[in-house]
């Protein structure tokens, strides 16, 4: 088939796909096109060939959605915020369409209009960022965050998912950085040693850590930096470094040197605090994530005699917060720090009907053991869940499944493979990441024909 890279095309945007990329057809070949909503019309030019499928982007707008609007961010081109540029009523319906068109067409099933839930805030809304920083050809300094898939650094002066705080004191770093002529990384010349920065704040304290990362132990400096920074924002509770040498961006590898404090912060979602420190997951939007907690709990109708089943624990945030409407719940996780986090955290919050074990979530019966399991809640990563998993779960017939996905794609995978089994009574989203991409859906599952 000849190629027709750099062909242009006049389109229409029929939809709109998991990527937030426009979706058009060219005869029958489907075309994802950056930038472009349904019923935009655009003349469009290809730039990367699939099978089946290509790629575009658009060289010229004939006809533009009623919903765009000045974008909320300056990094477009790193592609972390693609529905910077709409009203956000919009973007919610999107992410609902986009959560439909996934569960209809792998399930063949019809749905109803599905709710969709906000957080508290959609500006600065992230607990936490990690940042990049990079020199420039006049030798300033900046941070940005990287284009996907490359070591492109785009740089950020303002982003919607980030608090003005964290700019101002990651300016300020940079700026300690420059005066203490610290060598900046840079990944592409494979050179240099200041990677960037990670920085957490707790909603609830409204304390702040933040975690330097580099390839090298400036001990002296870093020390000056810490003292710097400390004094100028008081509620910064704790300065570490995470010494790697590697020139990866991975920021859970390495070895912690904790400058001053403890490199740990407590964190209270729905009705548990947590302590987290700077290597453990949480959700990075405290009071969206509390409402999908809440919900997912509710929609189980849990009963004081019931034993739970939380796979893909955690550091126990869903384990945690329904424990106290329940006789027990047993926590599965293959993390053995997220685990051992899930202890402390029941210890500190007085919880003691919980069981916590560092396992493949395939093996929960090692923990279970013959306990009879009422509610299994499941909350896997982006690549959902394993066949075996899958497999022991359709085994086993628990009554009542909640299902808690980032992904559409996986969860109506997933959800395809359960519905041997199962049906959906539920199903309602939550946008934890406004302008991005990203959305999580609860999914409430019942066993057919139940005795």
């Known amino acids: 088939m000849e190629s027709i890279i750099n062909n242009e095309y006049k389109v229409t945007c029929i939809g709109i796909n998991n990527y937030a990329k426009g979706i058009t057809k060219l005869d029958s070949l489907l075309c994802f096109v950056d930038d472009l909503y349904p019923g935009e019309e655009a003349i469009i030019k290809i730039t990367k060939e699939e099978k089946n499928l290509v790629y575009a982007k658009v060289i010229k707008y004939l006809k533009r959605s009623p919903h765009r609007i000045d974008p909320v961010c300056d990094h477009e081109d790193s592609g972390s915020c693609p529905l910077n540029n709409i009203s956000y009523e919009y973007e919610l319906e999107l992410k609902k369409q986009i959560i439909r068109n996934n569960l209809e067409h792998t399930l063949n099933i019809n749905l109803n209009d599905i709710d969709i839930i906000s ?85 609830y304290t409204n304390k702040i850590n933040l975690m330097i990362l580099s390839r090298k132990d400036y001990h002296k400096e870093f020390d000056l930096i810490a003292k710097e920074l400390s004094t100028i924002y008081p509620n910064i509770s704790s300065i570490s470094v995470l010494i790697n040498e590697s020139f990866d961006t991975f920021i859970y590898n390495g070895n912690e040197c904790i400058l001053f404090g403890t490199g740990e912060i407590e964190e209270k979602l729905y009705d548990v605090i947590f302590r987290v420190n700077n290597m453990s997951f949480l959700q990075v939007n405290t009071s969206c994530a509390s409402k999908l907690y809440k919900d997912a709990i509710s929609l189980a109708h849990l009963e004081e005699n019931y034993n739970v089943l939380d796979l893909y ?139």
């Open 119 to 203: 957080g508290d805030k959609i500006k600065g809304y992230r607990n936490k960022v990690t940042v990049f920083f990079k020199k420039d050809k006049d030798d300033n300094l900046y941070f940005g965050s990287f284009k996907e898939k490359t070591n492109d650094l785009i740089k950020i002066n303002s982003c919607v998912q980030i608090d003005d705080l964290f700019i101002e004191i990651i300016d300020r770093l940079l700026l300690s950085i420059k005066n203490y002529n610290l060598k900046i990384c840079d990944f592409n010349l494979k050179k240099g040693y200041i990677k960037g920065v990670s920085i957490r704040k707790s909603e």
């Open 313 to 451: 624990s955690g550091a126990g945030g869903i384990s945690l917060n329904a424990a106290k409407y329940v006789s027990h719940v047993f926590g599965v996780e293959e993390v053995y720090d997220s685990v051992e986090n899930a202890k402390y955290n029941a210890i500190r919050n007085g919880i003691t009907n919980v069981s916590f074990k560092a396992a493949d979530a395939k093996d929960y019966r090692s923990l279970i053991g013959d306990n009879n399991i009422d509610v299994v809640f499941i909350d896997p990563p982006r690549s959902g869940m394993k066949r075996e998993v899958i497999d022991k779960l359709l085994e086993d017939e628990f009554k009542t499944i909640i299902y808690i996905s980032c992904d559409p794609y996986t969860l109506a995978r997933d959800l395809k493979l359960l519905s041997s089994k199962y049906e959906i009574n539920h199903v309602r989203a939550f946008n934890m990441f406004p302008r991005t991409r990203h959305v999580e859906t609860v999914c409430l599952l019942t066993l057919k024909n139940q005795k």
